[in-house]
């Protein structure tokens, strides 16, 4: 029997995400839940794993490739396990078969047969195999659909050559850094591969001719490129770059954004800091002063509740929250995520620091869940990491507020009616007007900044 398998919706309503790779070839025998591609949204790398054990007929996208959720991506051959088809289910509607697949299942979209009818499946679909449902009675068709090249880096086909020119995600990189069309390039490789140097000598003629049209000498390079590499790059728009663009103009041009910066001695914290790394307690453990800064926030937010809270425009209602899931800002190869941790209120500072770091971490690998980069409540950013004392940090969207963490320094400093060399910290908070008024903004930021500057007076706040 052929099932396709096409892209599903893996997280929050997204609409596309890019194949990175694949992990499997035509022919190649898969089980269920075994990977079959790694693939980049909006948001985060995901790795798929196969909704079928049987055997891959085609590859229906490139590496490389941006690909619509609905999209048929996989072809497979499954074994007919003898149940039969709804009557009148042939033929149907393959494109609409996407709206009709059930909610929350794993982040997985709709699974069709050949014939474009949705599969049924079992609720817990990443753990058991395909139900006896998802069967049909029907013969397979005559011929499966036309496989994809066996080697999932071939490139797309020249027009009119009845072939597609084949080369390695590296090497078609280097062709769009180059504006080279692979098309147009002669395979000189094993099996009519194009290679680095295939590229790199059209690219080379194609200058040579250039110059030579203007009475220069051709060097290789591009002209007026000291470096010896193109004069420009030209990256496309997409992945997790696309998201937070789209995300940071919807919070900037829809919030009404203030800010305010209080700088404060940090001393005591630094002082706390090196005492929890020495002790028992929190050996094998990563303190930072953001973990400190982290529980300092959501100490704060118990005395400052607007500041943890939502504007809901579709309801005209301001949704105050009675948990908090921690943003934390984590930069990434692949651009700016905000994952969260869930209900941070409840964890010990111990707790704590263990969820922040394998938050960042998992974020900084390309691999958290979509569900940790959504439901976050108000964020925090270590901008101090860069060696920056201030900022102005852009609200996460649907948050109230977040807070930016200088670069602690040591500075003279007024310390018991003297000038001292202090260690010093600067916070930046930015907030949604709409929501958070000077006074409530300027009472969190006081409490933080409180903490921080004196750890004990966390005993006169809960």
């Given at each position: 029997?052929?099932k396709?398998?096409?892209?599903?919706?893996?997280?929050?309503?997204?609409?596309?995400?890019?194949?990175?790779?694949?992990?499997?070839?035509?022919?190649?025998?898969?089980?269920?839940?075994?990977?079959?591609?790694?693939?980049?949204?909006?948001?985060?790398?995901?790795?798929?794993p196969?909704?079928f054990?049987?055997?891959i007929?085609?590859?229906?996208?490139?590496?490389?490739?941006?690909?619509?959720?609905?999209?048929?991506i996989?072809?497979?051959?499954?074994?007919?396990?003898?149940?039969?088809?709804?009557?009148?289910?042939e033929?149907?509607?393959?494109a609409?078969?996407?709206?009709?697949?059930?909610?929350?299942l794993?982040?997985?979209?709709?699974?069709?047969?050949?014939?474009?009818?949705?599969?049924?499946?079992?609720?817990?679909?990443?753990?058991?195999?395909?139900?006896?449902?998802?069967?049909?009675?029907?013969?397979?068709?005559?011929?499966?659909?036309?496989?994809?090249?066996s080697?999932?880096?071939?490139?797309?086909?020249?027009?009119?050559?009845?072939?597609?020119?084949?080369?390695?995600?590296p090497?078609?990189?280097?062709?769009?850094?180059?504006?080279?069309?692979?098309?147009?390039v002669?395979a000189?490789?094993p099996?009519r591969?194009?290679?680095?140097?295939?590229?790199?000598?059209?690219?080379?003629?194609?200058?040579?001719?250039?110059?030579q049209?203007?009475?220069?000498?051709?060097?290789?390079?591009?002209?007026?490129?000291?470096?010896?590499?193109?004069?420009?790059?030209?990256?496309?728009?997409?992945?997790?770059?696309?998201?937070?663009?789209?995300?940071?103009?919807?919070s900037?041009?829809?919030?009404?954004?203030?800010?305010?910066?209080?700088?404060?001695?940090v001393?005591?914290?630094?002082?706390?800091?090196?005492?929890?790394?020495?002790s028992?307690?929190?050996?094998?453990?990563?303190v930072?002063?953001?973990?400190?800064?982290?529980k300092?926030?959501?100490?704060?937010?118990?005395?400052?509740?607007?500041?943890?809270?939502?504007w809901?425009?579709?309801?005209?209602?301001?949704?105050?929250?009675?948990?908090?899931?921690l943003?934390?800002?984590?930069?990434?190869?692949?651009?700016?995520?905000?994952?969260?941790?869930?209900?941070?209120?409840?964890?010990?500072?111990?707790?704590?620091?263990?969820?922040?770091?394998?938050?960042?971490?998992t974020?900084?690998?390309?691999?958290?869940?979509?569900?940790?980069?959504s439901?976050?409540?108000?964020?925090?950013?270590?901008?101090g990491?860069?060696?920056?004392?201030?900022?102005?940090?852009?609200?996460?969207?649907?948050?109230?507020?977040i807070?930016?963490?200088?670069?602690?320094?040591?500075?003279?400093?007024?310390?018991?009616?003297?000038?001292?060399?202090?260690?010093?910290?600067?916070?930046?908070l930015?907030?949604d007007?709409?929501?958070?008024?000077?006074?409530?903004?300027?009472r969190?930021?006081?409490d933080?900044?409180?903490?921080m500057?004196?750890?004990?007076?966390?005993l006169?706040?809960?």
């Amino acid at each position: 029997m052929i099932k396709e398998f096409r892209l599903p919706d893996l997280g929050e309503g997204l609409t596309e995400s890019e194949i990175l790779s694949w992990k499997v070839g035509v022919g190649d025998t898969v089980t269920l839940n075994q990977v079959i591609a790694e693939v980049e949204t909006a948001k985060a790398v995901v790795e798929l794993p196969s909704p079928f054990a049987g055997v891959i007929k085609a590859l229906h996208e490139e590496p490389g490739t941006v690909v619509e959720v609905g999209k048929p991506i996989v072809t497979f051959e499954v074994a007919d396990d003898g149940g039969s088809a709804p009557s009148g289910a042939e033929g149907g509607d393959a494109a609409g078969a996407i709206g009709k697949r059930e909610p929350n299942l794993v982040g997985y979209g709709a699974v069709v047969e050949s014939s474009g009818r949705p599969a049924r499946r079992p609720r817990n679909f990443a753990a058991v195999a395909p139900s006896a449902a998802t069967a049909s009675a029907a013969p397979a068709p005559a011929a499966a659909p036309a496989s994809v090249d066996s080697t999932p880096d071939s490139a797309v086909a020249p027009a009119g050559s009845g072939e597609r020119p084949r080369s390695t995600p590296p090497v078609r990189k280097l062709a769009k850094d180059l504006g080279v069309d692979l098309a147009d390039v002669t395979a000189t490789g094993p099996d009519r591969l194009i290679t680095r140097e295939d590229v790199q000598a059209y690219a080379d003629g194609a200058q040579d001719a250039r110059t030579q049209g203007t009475g220069q000498q051709g060097t290789g390079a591009t002209a007026g490129s000291a470096s010896g590499g193109p004069r420009e790059v030209r990256t496309p728009i997409k992945g997790v770059r696309k998201f937070t663009a789209a995300a940071m103009v919807q919070s900037a041009f829809t919030a009404p954004h203030a800010t305010e910066f209080l700088t404060v001695d940090v001393t005591p914290t630094m002082e706390l800091l090196a005492k929890l790394k020495a002790s028992r307690e929190f050996q094998g453990c990563r303190v930072t002063p953001m973990t400190l800064a982290a529980k300092a926030v959501l100490i704060a937010l118990k005395r400052n509740p607007s500041l943890n809270s939502r504007w809901d425009e579709a309801s005209q209602e301001i949704v105050t929250f009675n948990y908090v899931n921690l943003g934390i800002a984590a930069a990434t190869p692949r651009g700016l995520t905000v994952p969260n941790v869930k209900d941070a209120d409840r964890l010990s500072l111990r707790d704590l620091a263990g969820a922040i770091t394998e938050l960042t971490e998992t974020a900084r690998a390309g691999k958290t869940a979509p569900a940790d980069l959504s439901g976050g409540t108000i964020s925090i950013t270590n901008i101090g990491v860069f060696g920056i004392d201030a900022g102005t940090p852009i609200l996460n969207p649907g948050e109230a507020a977040i807070l930016a963490l200088g670069a602690v320094r040591n500075m003279p400093w007024e310390y018991q009616g003297e000038v001292a060399l202090r260690q010093v910290l600067t916070l930046s908070l930015s907030f949604d007007h709409r929501l958070v008024d000077g006074e409530q903004a300027s009472r969190f930021l006081a409490d933080v900044g409180a903490i921080m500057a004196e750890p004990g007076m966390v005993l006169t706040m809960v």
